[in-house]
């Protein structure tokens, strides 16, 4: 990582959407759940039954009012049977309430861990041209942070919001069947519900939008440090990188923090303010209707369901408005997953041909990662079955550029490259990753055993994890580890040397019996000797296995059938090691001469 990528003060903030499309997290939300669609009715059906049951609680008090308590007509059987009833009504509800939840909230985590599993596998289906372009953490910030804050959504949010519409529309149901003049008062409540939702959304929106992206950056911050550790600290720069994150820290905290002012302001102290009110209205109104006379019996008994009812009537809308700062924290989030999983896949390949003898053909091939900005001209390179080729050149000569169109992680166009006569965009994508085998520069190791390391979940025996590994001279040193095979490497294969490391990524990519192997500077970080081994076990390989070696050190091409010498993006030069020494002043021969040059002041500071 160049230092002075650490060392830039500040990150890029993107702008938030102005609103949060409810329209895509619907549709997410509607997407994963759509396998259980029979859950999300039935759970409804408990619910509405549940509402429906609740609601016979103040029916029942208001005619035990009305019928035994104020004509004083003390019938204990009656009455007993009326309590039990409203009782068993209750506990029969709570009872489906429970039940609901638990399915519900089943159905809600079911939901999330298949939105979760899309993204992911949405990431590891998504062109390489996308990660030149991704910040590792906030990626990683999507799949993990974002896809929770959307469960939000589903366990507390919907289904509190469905709960408290549904408890809602019983009490308004029931008031209109007694009082519907006072019902008519009860509902204005609806309307300033509404109105101090559409006015939170619109002040806490942009808000909560930018809570997201700055959570984000700050995860982002985080891992960018984490895998920079080295240079962070060798650079004197981890002030710079505090301030930094303290600075996004303290923009987190604001954005938060108007966040819950519009939360603490809007929410509910109106809708408190609105029980109050409406409860000595219709207070006010029975007293108003009786005239100062006492009220009749009758609407002793309607008086008391209808305050009970305003009680639930507020709550559930309570509720509505409260959660309304959840559903908006989780529509931003499902929006942002949303755009990710927006992002074009890299096109499926076709199952035209297959790899066979391992022969390369690349025809007039160009290519550029940005428009006008091309990195390849006409390259025409034919590389027969089992020859080892070297490629070689300046830094930023394309050598990397042309191994990632060979290995299929960009589009290869305009031009072609075909394996054995069917161009790569058409052979099968599992069959083409078994058959064409890399060795990158750094050898990516898990926290895991050897055995596990060459395997890499595929389904291989001991007998062909040995002889990957004694074809990559690694089987000495990994029997002389204590478990051998079964030995843990700790991470990133902490235990062993570069060297090993290396040796062992070649051994993973000969376990796949590739008949194409690639090797990406496979030699630049490890010594002479281990070099050696190296050569020694791609010379091995040759005639079996087509080998393309892009080498910084020349010493690893020198005994290859042909070596690509690359300039700007061109084929400066090409042949074998003796040959590409004869053109005088050539490209090869000077990198030749220098790094000859070069060994020998090493050699000369070691002598010293
Ligand atoms: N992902 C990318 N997006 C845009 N430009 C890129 C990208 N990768 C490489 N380039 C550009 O393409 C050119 C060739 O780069 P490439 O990495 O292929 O060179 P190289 O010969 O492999 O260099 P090195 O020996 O330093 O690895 C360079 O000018 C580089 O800036």
Do not use: C
Not at 115 to 126: D, F, K, P, S
């Amino acid at each position: 990582m160049p230092v002075d990528s650490l060392a830039t003060p500040v990150l890029p903030v993107p702008k938030p959407p102005r609103r949060a499309p409810f329209g895509d997290a619907a549709s997410l939300l509607l997407r994963a759940a759509a396998p259980e669609r029979r859950h999300v009715f039935i759970g409804v059906a408990w619910l509405v039954l549940a509402a429906l049951l609740e609601a016979f609680g103040p029916l029942a008090g208001k005619y035990l009012i009305d019928n035994y308590l104020l004509p004083r007509n003390p019938q204990l059987p009656a009455i007993a049977a009326l309590l039990a009833g409203a009782l068993a009504a209750g506990m029969a509800a709570s009872w489906l309430r429970y039940l609901q939840l638990s399915r519900l909230a089943g159905l809600a985590m079911r939901s999330v861990r298949r939105i979760r599993e899309t993204v992911y596998g949405h990431v590891l289906r998504l062109p390489m041209s996308f990660f030149d372009r991704a910040i590792t953490g906030q990626l990683v910030s999507r799949v993990t942070n974002d896809t929770e804050a959307v469960k939000t959504l589903y366990v507390q949010v919907l289904f509190v919001m469905l709960d408290s519409v549904i408890v809602l529309l019983g009490a308004l149901a029931a008031m209109l069947w007694l009082d519907w003049r006072l019902m008519l008062i009860v509902a204005t409540l609806v309307p300033v519900v509404v109105l101090v939702i559409v006015l939170y959304q619109g002040l806490s929106a942009p808000a909560v939008a930018r809570t997201r992206e700055l959570r984000s950056e700050l995860n982002a911050q985080m891992a960018e440090s984490i895998n920079g550790m080295p240079v962070l600290q060798a650079s004197n720069a981890a002030g710079r990188f505090n301030r930094r994150f303290a600075d996004l820290n303290e923009a987190h905290y604001q954005a938060r923090h108007s966040a819950l002012r519009a939360n603490a302001w809007l929410l509910r102290p109106v809708l408190d303010f609105m029980n109050v009110l409406l409860t000595a209205i219709v207070i006010w109104v029975f007293g108003s209707r009786g005239q100062g006379a006492a009220l009749s019996a009758l609407e002793v008994g309607v008086l008391y369901a209808f305050i009970n009812y305003i009680g639930r009537v507020v709550e559930p809308l309570t509720q509505i408005t409260m959660q309304f700062s959840q559903l908006q924290q989780a529509m931003v989030s499902a929006a942002r997953v949303n755009v990710l999983l927006k992002e074009a896949e890299a096109p499926l390949a076709a199952d035209r041909g297959e790899v066979t003898a391992g022969g390369i053909a690349i025809d007039h091939l160009d290519f550029e990662y940005l428009p006008g900005r091309r990195v390849l001209h006409d390259i025409d390179l034919k590389i027969a079955p089992g020859s080892f080729y070297g490629i070689v050149g300046h830094t930023g000569s394309g050598k990397s550029t042309l191994l990632s169109l060979l290995l299929r992680f960009y589009p290869a166009r305009p031009g072609a490259i075909r394996l054995d006569g069917t161009p790569v965009e058409a052979i099968a994508e599992g069959h083409f990753r078994a058959r064409v085998g890399l060795v990158p520069q750094e050898p990516f190791l898990l926290a895991a055993s050897a055995r596990e390391n060459i395997a890499m979940g595929r389904p291989l025996d001991q007998q062909q994890i040995e002889t990957a590994a004694r074809a990559a001279h690694a089987h000495d040193f990994i029997v002389a580890l204590e478990q051998g095979y079964d030995t843990p490497l700790g991470e990133g294969g902490a235990r062993l040397s570069v060297g090993q490391k290396q040796l062992l990524a070649i051994a993973r990519a000969l376990a796949g019996q590739p008949r194409i192997l690639f090797l990406d500077e496979a030699t630049s970080h490890i010594d002479s000797e281990t070099e050696q081994v190296v050569q020694r076990a791609l010379a091995a390989l040759r005639g079996q296995v087509t080998i393309v070696a892009i080498a910084h050190r020349l010493s690893t091409v020198r005994e290859a059938d042909r070596i690509v010498v690359l300039n700007q993006g061109r084929i400066a030069e090409a042949g074998r090691h003796g040959e590409l020494m004869q053109i005088d002043n050539g490209l090869y021969q000077r990198l030749y001469l220098l790094q000859q040059l070069e060994g020998d002041d090493d050699a000369a500071e070691v002598a010293e």
